[in-house]
């Protein structure tokens, strides 16, 4: 039985457990990110474990969300984060770099490795073929100390894309036509994993969008293959040596499957209240 590449990931990085649907399991990361309004906390509780540098393969601390400047509060907290990146090995991103889950997906983000972040956001990373989580603070201190993140095995969901947007339509219909037919709950404790010809009309860019709002539907992450496409994105932004490829086998099962044709998808748009209150 063939190997859904959600399924390959996580078991080039499996701990403890097996991975078997619903079961608990504990992965090895790779990688990890924070933001400001998230990173002071986790900064504090990676200081308390008490050990002098990160353990994992990369860190980054981003300054992106609370970079207004009109008391001493945002740039002692900015002062104390660069400071923690100098000591322990993190990379530091100053304020008006970009936002953490797009600058990861840029310059960080492999095909193959697991990514941590202390943002809901984080799951951007699978538009390159990574496993990329969303998760505490704490869980990011942990897995930064060399700890694994815990969670349980999840159901994998194949989007199988064929098509090709038309005009006036972009990436982030795709998504929005997927809140749509599931809801902000419809893939708790699940994986959206992305194939079919479709994804090959598809930039880095335009899957980091849909991966990004994979996360409203209450997704553990989403993810797309590591293909041609993803290796002329890795190759313009001087990255190509970093390139695997990376797909599911040809006779993975999956657990449920949602199929789209994007040629004809519509412009939709989110209405208040809820990002899965979809409206033509």
């Known amino acids: 039985m063939g190997k859904t590449l959600t399924e390959k990931v996580i078991e080039e ?3 403890d457990g097996k991975s078997e649907r619903g079961t608990d399991i504990s992965i090895k990361i790779d990688q990890t990110l924070t933001q400001d309004a998230t990173g002071t906390m986790a900064y504090l509780q990676f ?3 008490g050990i002098s540098r990160i353990q994992t393969e990369l860190s980054v601390s981003y300054v992106d969300h ?3 400047q009109t008391d001493f509060k945002n740039p002692d907290d900015h002062r104390y984060l660069q400071s923690i990146a100098a000591k ?4 530091f991103s100053r304020p008006g770099n970009g936002i953490c889950h797009q600058l990861h997906l840029e310059r ?3 095909p193959g490795k697991t990514l941590l972040g202390s943002d809901s956001h984080t799951p951007t990373g699978g538009g390159v073929g990574m496993i990329a989580i969303g998760a505490g603070g704490l869980d990011v201190a942990a897995a930064m100390a060399g700890e694994t993140f815990h969670l349980k095995m999840p159901n994998v ?3 199988l894309l064929t098509g090709k947007l038309p005009d006036f339509v972009a990436a982030k219909d795709v998504i929005l036509e997927v809140l749509r037919r599931i809801g902000v709950k419809g893939a708790v404790n699940k994986v959206l994993e992305y194939t079919g010809p479709g994804i090959k009309t598809l930039s880095v860019p335009e899957r980091g969008t ?3 709002m994979g996360t409203e539907t209450g997704a553990t992450t989403s993810i797309f293959p590591s293909d041609d496409i993803t290796k002329e994105f890795l190759v313009s932004q001087e990255r190509g040596d ?3 490829l990376l797909e599911p086998d040809e006779d993975a099962v999956y657990d449920e499957r949602i199929e789209i044709n994007l040629s004809e998808l519509v412009p939709l748009v989110a209405t208040p209240h809820s990002p899965g209150n979809i409206k033509l």
């Open 13 to 15: 990085h499996l701990v």
């Open 47 to 49: 200081e308390a474990i």
């Open 66 to 68: 609370n970079t207004l």
């Open 88 to 91: 322990y090995g993190l990379y």
């Open 108 to 110: 960080f983000a492999r």
């Open 157 to 159: 969901v194949n989007v």
């Open 210 to 212: 849909i991966t990004n």
């Open 242 to 244: 970093q390139w695997v």
